[in-house]
């Protein structure tokens, strides 16, 4: 790393998934009181697989606190869900999340 080659072989640069244009991200998350997962929209590149969000959920989109199991890229037209209909992620769990 000293001579700037590392990052050729450092396995935390060369296996980022960089997102194109006319990309958009879709994060499947689970609840913890079920294994089944959801997708959900984001526009944040900082977001990692394990990472605790908040999200709208059910009918009355209450705030409910989930873990990232998965990222995934889509062009629009390759969409899991319709990109209207799909909810998004409100923001990263803060320390105050968990008090």
């Known amino acids: 790393l000293f001579y700037g080659l590392g990052e050729i072989l450092d396995p935390s640069v060369y296996n980022l998934i960089k997102r194109r244009k006319g990309e958009y991200i879709y994060c499947s998350v689970t609840f913890d009181d079920s294994y089944k997962t ?9 977001i990692e697989v394990g990472d605790l969000v908040m999200v709208p959920a ?6 409910a606190m989930v873990e990232v199991v998965n990222i995934e890229y889509f062009q629009e037209e390759n969409a899991p869900l ?4 799909t909810k998004k992620i409100v923001r990263k769990c803060t320390e105050e999340d968990f008090e």
Not at 58 to 63: E, I, P, Q, T
Not at 82 to 85: N, Q, T, W
């Open 38 to 46: 959801y997708y959900y929209l984001t526009d944040d590149d900082s």
């Open 58 to 63: 059910g009918r009355d989109n209450h705030l």
């Open 82 to 85: 319709a990109i209207s209909k």
